[in-house]
């Protein structure tokens, strides 16, 4: 009789603990309903083991056994697949929004309508060839041109530098979040060696791990001991357990950002999948694509009109002025062995290419590298380099270019990009050097017409006054002649860009490019959106916390809570009444 007392007594007193370990699940999950990256949690509860009796094994009660969260693995993997979707899109679109804004043509105010006004006061200029009013005219509407032009480029290179600190800022987020992901198993680790399951921290790990999957596309698997383990697309681990694998930023010749895997030398931009920093090196790329388009346009018509006023004479009778100016990046590679500078060679002989430009035999306005091949040596007279055409990709053939090192030391003049077959060459380059510090095997130069075409373009100076504005093929018919004027004019209705498109088709053609992956790309963000949602909506069914769910609970553990109580009560009573019969 005693036995069976003391039996029901710690049934219900295991029963009581629990209702209060129900209880106490219940409360953090009430508190901690707000908590995004919460799961649900939930103590299992299964009998106690049953002590023999002669009425066969009888049961001793109830204790919770494990305390799960609820988390849907395959659900989890969806939702972080859609979120790197998710962040590529949203980054893309809105990289593309900023490229669109400098393309609008709000009021009719945009390039396009500035154009037409430039080419109609090249027209008005034709028909009264002496005109102040018309010269005066053709500048302004120039210099409106060339601010627009100016604020354009000015606008894409800030939106370049703004998508490259991205990319930065990017692999440092990146990193960040692999090294806590790192501490975090880790952790989970350390406090899981005795037993059982920490879910506070499995919440915060798995919370890392959506927060880097909007980043970059990853794929993760977790072993036995909950270490969670993430590799980048292409198999190139970032996490395994407590080892983190670091990125890396580097940046280019032309101050754009790479991602690379720890010290591998190649960038690995290519095989990152999705997430935002896809997005954003994807509208990067677009945004390069569109500056170069822009800048293309531009110096062809820096080209194509200052080749032919070059060769116009001016009111004043003079020959031999440009009508824009811009600036023609000369640089030096960045891994050059010797210390040679490059400029634009001029002097008292090359009269007829100033600033180192024949404008009236200059080939084109492509863009060229000279590359040597061998270590130069000062005065040999030898072309020890070659000369390509990076715009088309085209080595020139040695003999149309042509050099001079006999006459200085450390001085190595370089003409090419001729159009016709006299010595006048387009370009004239100087590459000054130290004795003993010539080129080296390896060594590379560059010149970029119209690399800095948009944002440098302006009007001649020396056109500050309208006189110096040449139009006449022919000294002798000055002022009356207008050929020069016409030739420009016409120009608006040839095929002046790469050959195959007058400008008006290859800026209708830039802006609409622009428009359509803005379109594609806004498109693609909300239906990855609204499947991200479903899921989002989907998991929470599975992990998130109802209110009215828990205080449903938390009535059905208080009672049992007071039922086990009064059990306890009614044993106690019982117990008293023996002893007093004793």
């Known amino acids: 009789m005693v036995v069976g007392l003391s039996n029901a007594l710690n049934t219900a007193k295991v029963g009581m603990m629990a209702s209060m370990t129900s209880i106490d699940i219940i409360g953090h999950n009430i508190a901690n309903a707000n908590n995004p990256d919460y799961r649900r949690q939930v103590g299992y509860l299964e009998t106690t083991n049953p002590i023999p009796s002669a009425l066969g094994p009888r049961g001793t009660g109830v204790q919770v056994s494990r305390i799960e969260s609820l988390y849907d693995r395959f659900l989890f993997r969806q939702v972080n697949y859609e979120s790197s979707n998710q962040g590529k899109w949203e980054a893309f679109a809105s990289g593309l929004d900023s490229v669109e804004r400098v393309f609008s043509d709000l009021d009719d105010n945009g390039l396009p309508s500035q154009m037409a006004e430039f080419w109609g006061a090249w027209e008005d200029l034709a028909n009264q060839p002496e005109g102040t009013i018309e010269r005066e005219t053709l500048i302004g509407k120039s210099q409106v041109l060339s601010a627009t032009l100016n604020s354009m480029g000015d606008d894409l290179d800030f939106q370049r530098q703004v998508a490259n600190n991205y990319i930065d800022k990017g692999v440092a987020d990146i990193n960040q979040l692999a090294a806590s992901l790192g501490a975090m198993n880790l952790a989970i680790m350390e406090s899981e060696v005795s037993g059982g399951q920490n879910n506070d921290l499995r919440d915060k790990q798995l919370a890392i791990l959506g927060q ?256 110096k504005i040449a139009i006449s093929d022919n000294y002798f018919e000055v002022p009356g002649n207008n050929k020069i004027a016409l030739e420009i004019a016409q120009l608006q209705h040839q095929k002046s860009v790469d050959s195959r498109f007058t400008y008006s088709e290859f800026y209708t053609s830039l802006v609409s490019r622009v428009g359509s992956a803005s379109y594609t790309a806004q498109a693609r963000q909300s239906q990855s959106s609204m499947v991200l949602e479903q899921l989002n909506l989907r998991e929470d069914s599975v992990s998130g916390v109802s209110i009215d769910e828990e205080m449903t609970n938390l009535i059905k553990f208080q009672q049992s809570y007071q039922a086990t109580a009064r059990m306890i009560t009614t044993i106690d009573e019982l117990m008293q009444i023996l002893n007093d019969m004793l």
């Open 212 to 467: 880097l999957s909007t980043l970059v596309d990853i794929d993760y698997n977790e072993d036995n001991s909950g270490q969670l383990n993430v590799m980048l697309q292409g198999g190139k681990p970032l996490v395994l357990g407590r080892e983190v694998f670091a990125l890396k930023s580097q940046i280019d010749d032309q101050g754009d950002f790479h991602v690379y895997f720890g010290s591998e030398e190649t960038a690995i931009d290519d095989v990152l999948g999705s997430g935002k920093m896809k997005g954003w090196i994807d509208a990067r790329e677009e945004l390069v694509r569109s500056q170069d388009d822009l800048n293309r346009m531009t110096s062809a018509l820096i080209f194509n009109i200052n080749q032919a006023h070059f060769q116009g004479y001016n009111l004043d009778g003079e020959t031999g002025l440009t009508f824009f100016d811009h600036r023609i990046g000369l640089t030096e590679g960045l891994d050059n062995g010797g210390d040679a500078r490059i400029s634009f060679y001029n002097d008292s002989t090359n009269a007829g290419a100033p600033e180192g430009i024949a404008w009236a035999t200059l080939a084109n306005c492509d863009d060229f590298e000279i590359r040597f091949t061998g270590d130069h040596v000062d005065g040999s007279g030898s072309k020890d380099f070659v000369v390509v055409n990076t715009t088309t990709g085209v080595k020139l053939d040695a003999a149309s270019y042509s050099i001079n090192d006999a006459s200085v030391d450390g001085k190595l003049i370089i003409s090419f990009n001729d159009s016709s077959d006299t010595a006048s060459e387009g370009y004239h380059l100087e590459l000054d050097f130290t004795p003993g510090s010539a080129p080296r095997a390896g060594d590379s130069f560059t010149l970029s017409f119209g690399g800095d075409a948009a944002r440098t373009i302006e009007v001649n100076p020396d056109l500050a006054n309208s006189d």
